[in-house]
C-alpha cells in the first residue's frame, strides 16, 4: 500500500455517516470520499449498508456475492473465524476495492436472492473489522468514511467504534428529526468525546434548516440544498460528481468535506454537558 498523507498532526477523519433511510447519507459519503481524496487523503470507504446505493454514487461494481465471506469459515461451533493468515486488517486490505480517485471501498456485502444466510460470513468479517480499525497501523493517517444505513441500530449495536465524529444528515420531516434525535442520544451514549454536526440535507430553503436546527437544539454544520441533478443522476445510475460537476448540493456537500478536512489540522472544539443535549 501507498503511504498514507495524514493530517499536520498526524489524525485522520473518521467519520460515521448517519441518519434516517431517504435523508442522502449515501451521496453525502460518497460526495466526501471523492473531495478527500481529491485533497490527497488516502481514503477508506465503508459501506454499511446491504442494499445497494454506494456503489452507484461512488462510480463502483457491486460484486455479486459478497466478496468479504472469502475472509471467514465457519468452525464446528458454527462460529464465523478468519481463515488462516488474515486477520481483520488484512482482510479489509485485501477485499476492499478499488474506487475512482485511488479510494479503497470495503463492502459488508449486498443482500442476494440466496437470503440473508449468504451474506452472514461477511457481515461477520466486516463487523471484526469495523472495531480493529480505530488503531490500526495499516490505516494510520487514512480517512475513514462509513455510510450506514438507515437508523440507529448500527451505531447502537457496536458497528461504528472507529468513529470519532458522526455526521448526523436530517431532512425536514418529522420522522427523519425524530430519528436524528434518538441517533444522536445513541451516539452520546456509546462515544462521548465523539463529535456530532448536524448537515441538514434536501434543504428547500432557509425554513427547513432553523426548524431543524431548532428542534434537535444542534447548530448547523451545513446545508446541502435541495436539488434535481442529484435524482436525475440518481436515475441514469452514474456518480454526481460526473453527472452534474455544477450542481449546488454538489458544490454544498464539497465545502462540507473540505472543512471537515481542514478541521483535522485543527483542535476540535470542547462539547460541554449542555451542548450535549
Ligand atoms: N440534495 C438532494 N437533492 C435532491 N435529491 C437528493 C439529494 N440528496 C439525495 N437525494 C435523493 O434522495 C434519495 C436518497 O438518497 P441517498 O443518498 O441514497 O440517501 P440515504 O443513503 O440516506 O438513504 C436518492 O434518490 C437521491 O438521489
Ligand atoms: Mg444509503
Redesign the pocket.
Known amino acids: 500500500m501507498q503511504a498514507p498523507t495524514p493530517g499536520a498532526n498526524g489524525s485522520a477523519l473518521r467519520l460515521a455517516v448517519v441518519?434516517?433511510?431517504?435523508?442522502?447519507?449515501?451521496?453525502?459519503?460518497a460526495t466526501i470520499a471523492r473531495t478527500l481524496a481529491r485533497r490527497g487523503r488516502r481514503v477508506l470507504v465503508l459501506d454499511h449498508?446491504s442494499m445497494p446505493?454506494l456503489s452507484t454514487?461512488l462510480g463502483v461494481q457491486s460484486a455479486d456475492e459478497p466478496l468479504l465471506n472469502a475472509a471467514m469459515q465457519q468452525g464446528e461451533d458454527r462460529r464465523y473465524r478468519f481463515v488462516e493468515g488474515l486477520d481483520p486488517i488484512s482482510a479489509a486490505q485485501r477485499f476492499s476495492i478499488d474506487g475512482p480517485e485511488g479510494i479503497r471501498v470495503l463492502q459488508v456485502g449486498k443482500s442476494t436472492i440466496a437470503g440473508p444466510d449468504a451474506v452472514q460470513a461477511s457481515v461477520n468479517a466486516f463487523y471484526e473489522i469495523v472495531r480493529h480499525l480505530e488503531h490500526a497501523p495499516q490505516f494510520s493517517g487514512w480517512a475513514i468514511v462509513g455510510?450506514l444505513p438507515?437508523g440507529g441500530r448500527q451505531p447502537g449495536c457496536g458497528w461504528t467504534p472507529y468513529a470519532t465524529h458522526f455526521l448526523l444528515?436530517v431532512e425536514a420531516t418529522w420522522q427523519s428529526m425524530l430519528t436524528a434525535r434518538r441517533i444522536r442520544r445513541i451516539a452520546d451514549d456509546i462515544r462521548p468525546d465523539a463529535r456530532v454536526s448536524l448537515v441538514v440535507?434536501?434543504a428547500a430553503g432557509s425554513a427547513d434548516v432553523e426548524r431543524i436546527s431548532g428542534f434537535l437544539g444542534m447548530p448547523v454544520f451545513g446545508v446541502?440544498?435541495?436539488?434535481?441533478d442529484?435524482?436525475s443522476?440518481?436515475r441514469v445510475g452514474v456518480p454526481v460528481f460526473e453527472q452534474a460537476p455544477g450542481s449546488a448540493?454538489l458544490a454544498a456537500i464539497t465545502s462540507i468535506a473540505e472543512r471537515l478536512d481542514g478541521e483535522q489540522h485543527e483542535p476540535a472544539p470542547a462539547r460541554s454537558c449542555a451542548d450535549r443535549g
Not at 446541502?224 to 434535481?228: F, K
Open positions: 441518519g434516517k433511510g431517504g435523508v442522502g447519507k449515501t451521496t453525502i459519503s449498508d446505493g454514487s455510510d438507515a444528515v440535507s434536501k446541502v440544498p435541495l436539488d434535481d442529484v435524482s443522476a440518481e448540493a
